[in-house]
């Protein structure tokens, strides 16, 4: 059993991705020396963002060699003719062919009110996209009512069958396996067919992690961190999500159907901290006993 979970710890970190900004790129300049050319790479699209400044970062990456895939957040875009722009940007000035399309903030900025509505345009089958992420929510999302959360899980389920790219459900951060189990286990109720993947932190304080997990209002992870912070002295420690992918590894193993397919980092600790992780969990001489389990 430790021997195939090893090996599934593996699968899951060889074709695992990672997130960025534009302001972090632009703060090393490159990333060659950072992240391994075989990850994904995603650049947020924040509500303050420049869009200019996702659609240079998405050119410099894919010159740089990565499979990038910028985030397209609904209500940051402020009309149609701008969300036509920024997609045939992304597709014939920087060559991408991959995209997460997301609700975005609460806060509206122009009359594109859902990820759905995106998807409906047809522009990213315009403009050649073959893969599309939508958000998946684990543990909710406190500006969206559960009920709206599952029928948006069953309207993009719907799209996916006419739809002429592969799509699937990135999921917002949590700390705990059992979050991804019991949220997979009513995602069968709704007869989800679209493949997962988990979105985790990357080694950082926990300080940092329970500010993350805070202002996202992500109600586990909260207490999750929360019971550790007692311990005072912990605040000054690193975390790292060793257990947190074993445990998916087993319940990869355990559970033969389940749609969970990679796994994605955000590198709330830097993502220079985050890669040199991985870099470690990549050496051959991985072992059970090798995992940090915190």
């Not at 609460?106 to 859902?114: D, E, R, V, Y």
């Not at 007869?191 to 997962?196: A, R």
Request: charged share 25%; hydrophobic share 35%; aromatic share 8%.
């Amino acid at each position: 059993m430790i021997n195939n979970n090893i090996k599934n710890v593996r699968d899951l970190l060889s074709n695992c991705s990672i997130e960025t900004t534009p302001n972090v790129y632009a703060k090393y300049g490159s990333f060659a020396d950072l992240v391994s050319i075989k990850n994904n790479i995603y650049i947020t699209y924040l509500p303050n963002e420049d869009m200019n400044k996702v659609i240079d970062t998405a050119r410099k990456l894919k010159l740089e060699g990565y499979s990038v895939i910028p985030h397209l957040p609904a209500r940051t875009i402020a009309n149609h003719e701008e969300l036509k722009k920024y997609i045939q940007a992304l597709a014939e000035d920087c060559g991408c062919s991959k995209i997460l399309v997301i609700g975005g903030g609460g806060s509206q900025k122009g009359n594109i009110i859902s990820s759905i509505e995106i998807l409906e345009t047809d522009l990213l089958s315009k403009y050649n996209f073959k893969e599309v992420g939508v958000a998946g929510h684990p543990e909710g999302n406190p500006d969206v009512k559960q009920n709206d959360l599952d029928n948006a899980i069953i309207q993009k389920n719907q799209f996916s069958k006419k739809a002429d790219f592969k799509m699937y459900l990135a999921t917002q951060f949590f700390f705990e396996a059992k979050s991804l189990k019991e949220w997979e286990l009513h995602l069968d109720k709704l007869n989800n067919n679209l493949d997962i993947h988990a979105g985790i932190p990357g080694p950082a304080t926990l300080k940092t992690l329970i500010s993350y997990a805070t202002s996202c209002g992500i109600g586990n992870s909260i207490r999750f961190l929360s019971k550790q912070a007692l311990n005072i002295t912990k605040l000054a420690t690193t975390r790292s999500p060793d257990k947190l992918i074993y445990d998916l590894a087993s319940y990869q193993i355990e559970n033969p159907d389940t749609k969970l397919k990679k796994i994605h980092f955000y590198a709330f600790g830097g993502i220079k901290k985050t890669s040199d992780w991985l870099k470690t969990l990549n050496k051959p001489d991985l072992s059970y006993n090798g995992l940090t389990f915190e």
